[in-house]
């Protein structure tokens, strides 16, 4: 590995607080500058971090989401990114006219880079937000080529499939993981396992910021953790329960450098394209629903 390629990861895992947008993007200022301050050029924040998950209404939604980006937490985000020459990539509750989107904000030093919408809705997500409507985009920087999923999405293979497809070196996942029917006392996230899996058929780093705490009633899972493209964790899990900032160093080009497993096999060359549509869609199987 050559260390002058090496990009440092902080996934940032925290609580927020329901409705205190500002005091929790304050918290998250003072987190991403811990972060940096540990030399950390890429901070992943978690899902919806400025307000909080779990609402009652969708008006309430609706007050509390912002337009992206020239509401105050991204305008916030964006000026401790430049003062730090940092990338930031953080979950946002998004207002666009009428509209409401479960979103990501990708900045960088220059400021507002691209914004990802939750494509997958969880549960009562789908009485408040709109189905993303931006697709997979994957954003060219400087340090790598970031693509971008939120929690349910990863739930979804051809969320990383599509990602992957386009070059991209690494998914920042902002998360608000819930605990999975059937887990046993002691066992790591559903999730955990998930991105392991993502990023070893993807050969793709994957890096997850997970929330902690119970908010009306409902738990959240911490365990935030970034995976190699080897589907290896290389920091985390974290715990379930304590706010805590994991980083990695990441040369990131070695996520596209090796997908050559060998000398015959290739992860994405290998997809067998003539029998299944290149986008994933089996020409086969048209029509059956299962």
Known sequence: MNTENLTRVACVQMEPVFGATEANVKKTLALIEAAADQGATLVVLPELINTGYVFKTRAEAFELAEPVPSGPSSTAWMDVARRKHIYVVAGIAERDGNSLFNSAVIIGP???????????????????????NLGFPVFPTPIGRIGVAICYDGWFPETYRLIALQGADIVCVPTNWVPIPGQHEGREAMANILAMAAAHTNSMFIACADRVGTERGQPFEGQSLIVSYSGWPIAGPATRDTEEILIAELDLGEARRKRNWN???????????????DLLGSTLTRGWRG
């Not at 220059?110 to 993303?132: C, D, S, V």
């Not at 992860?267 to 549509?277: C, G, I, Q, W």
């Open 263 to 277: 000398d015959f096999n290739h992860v994405l060359r290998d997809r067998r394209t003539d029998a299944y549509a």
């Open 110 to 132: 220059q400021g507002h880079i691209g914004t990802y919408r939750k494509m997958h809705l969880w549960n009562a997500e789908n009485l408040f937000f709109e189905p993303g």
